[in-house]
């Protein structure tokens, strides 16, 4: 039984959503309202740069094996990786830093050298997170967030009391140089909380870093959405920008199809990848199944202000991932979920692709972006983004040691207004809900919506949460949804 489906937005779960549904013979059309697809991992280009605006960091390699997979096919396929080594660079001072490598062999090695004894933990600790990897994102994400049993399993039952402890407690145990605990605390950032409010069972991101390692599409993220593109199109689904959604129309507590640009378009079935809470202000108010005061009471994942910068020189002593760590981590970490602020001093990010990427900038020229978390909802203008910038370049600088203001070509920002306007991102927010104790599998915003039938959901403010593995996941729990009730009406009609 063929359906017309529509699906709202172009980001990575709406993509991965999208080939699933084409893949089951639906009618499959993406309305999308910027002008190119993507969503938040779309492209930028200026005087022959080229930089990823959102996404940056390739990791979990297995999980994006697995979704081409289930169309037989491969991610080489349709775009090249290359394994980044180092990984990235973390910097703690000038002259000081640590270079995590691609092998948790010499990464145990590196620990070693700066903590007697911490290899050995190290090794103890990642095996424990491989455990947990293997649980959750072999099994456990690939639930949708229906029912609490969905977490009984006889592995997860011997995992429970990780629940109910923390990643940075558990590090804080085995580990005690704080420069080793704040690279070992990292990778759940990913995740949007801190690692303090992370249940230490979401350590199986150390895994996805040490073990799995960090990897970098060879001509950008922006090469994965255009692979997956590429599949939905095979499949035959139709991608359309510039088009504004402006209402959901419900008839009958049922999604008939929706209103774009002024014009009305019939579905079966309405698929929203853009932000949650957006989308059911598409809604009249008595179709929407979670309040503004459910929202505000969230903890969401920061908001980020992000510059993007042409040099027109190669940059020195710097790596394509690199993290600065120079100034209190708790502090940052306070200004954005205790007592929401900008930071006097900004932790930051700095992303070079052309350090691997030779297109990414032209001959003898660096592109570079540059990426500081913030409180979501934050004040945004002008002033502020001019302020941190030369507050961050200025450390970029002292600590690399090299003079490099007077070198920039152009920059551009991105920040807290941009993700609104751009993204109708809920406060602003760069990766969505954070996965707290309170925030994980049924108990985040439902795939399908409990009051609007044939109306669905999917991306990272629902089931199984932020990033971009977790977005291919949750298009794939989505499509199995609507199968399902698909199969369903069908069986009912034959009845």
């Known amino acids: 039984m063929t359906k017309t489906i529509i699906i709202i937005g172009s980001g990575f779960s709406a993509l991965a959503a999208s080939c699933y549904l084409a893949q089951q013979g639906n009618d ?19 005087d022959g740069f080229t930089f990823d605006m ?20 491969k991610a080489a396929d349709y775009y090249e990786l290359i394994k980044l080594n180092p990984a990235y660079r973390v910097y703690f001072g000038i002259d000081d830093f640590i270079n995590i490598c691609d092998n948790l062999e010499e990464i145990t090695t590196t620990f070693e050298s700066i903590e007697t004894g911490s290899g050995k933990q190290l090794r103890a600790f990642i095996k424990q997170a491989k455990s947990n990897y293997d649980i959750a ?5 690939y639930r949708p967030g229906v029912s609490p049993l969905e977490l009984v399993t006889p592995q997860s039952i011997l995992k429970l009391n990780q629940f109910f402890s923390t990643v940075s407690r558990d590090i804080r145990k085995n580990f005690k140089n704080e420069r080793l605990i704040q690279i070992l605390e990292f990778p759940v950032l990913f995740l949007g909380a801190k690692p303090s409010k992370t249940p230490s069972f979401y350590n199986f991101m150390n895994y996805a870093d040490f073990g799995l390692g960090t990897w970098h599409p060879k001509t950008g993220m922006f090469d994965v959405v255009r692979g997956i593109e590429k599949l939905a199109t095979e499949l035959g689904v139709t991608i359309k920008t510039n088009a504004s959604i402006e209402k959901i129309v419900v ?38 199944a979670y309040s503004e005061k459910y929202w505000e009471s969230r903890v969401f994942a920061p908001s980020s202000l992000l510059f993007f910068v042409g040099f027109n020189k190669k940059i020195a002593n710097i790596t394509h991932h690199a993290l600065f760590f120079d100034v209190d981590f708790n502090q940052h970490a306070k200004d954005i979920y205790d007592d929401p602020k900008w930071p006097d001093e900004p932790l930051f990010y700095a992303n070079f692709p052309s350090k691997t990427d030779p297109t990414a900038a032209p001959d003898g020229m660096e592109s570079a972006f540059f990426l500081i978390p913030l409180a979501p909802g934050i004040e945004d203008n002008e002033t502020l983004r001019e302020d941190y910038f030369e507050k961050i370049i200025t ?7 090299q003079k490099i203001k007077n070198n920039i070509i152009f920059k551009k920002s991105f920040c807290k207004n941009d993700f609104v306007a751009d ?6 927010n760069a990766y969505g809900m954070a996965n707290t104790l309170l925030q994980t599998a049924f108990l985040r915003p439902k795939l399908k919506s409990p009051k609007v ?9 629902t089931v199984p949460g932020p990033g971009v593995p977790p977005a291919l996941i949750s298009g794939k729990l989505t499509a199995e949804l609507i199968h399902k009730s698909i199969r369903s009406q069908k069986n009912e009609i034959t009845i």
């Open 453 to 461: 039938r044939n109306l669905y959901f999917t991306g990272q403010l």
């Open 251 to 288: 008839e009958n507590k049922t999604a008939t199809g929706v209103i774009i640009n002024g014009q009305f378009v019939a579905a079966d079935i309405v698929l929203s990848g853009a932000d949650y809470q957006h989308t059911e202000t598409l809604l009249d108010i008595k179709y929407r």
């Open 137 to 141: 994102i072999k099994d456990l994400v």
């Open 54 to 73: 959102g996404p940056s960091w390739y990791w979990m390699p297995d999980v994006f094996e697995r979704f081409f997979s289930d169309f037989n096919k």
């Open 28 to 46: 499959v059309t993406i309305y999308e309202k910027n002008e190119t697809i993507g969503g938040r991992a779309r492209q930028f280009k200026k």
């Open 395 to 401: 450390r970029f600088e002292e600590l690399t040691q």
């Open 423 to 428: 993204y109708n991102a809920y406060k602003g």
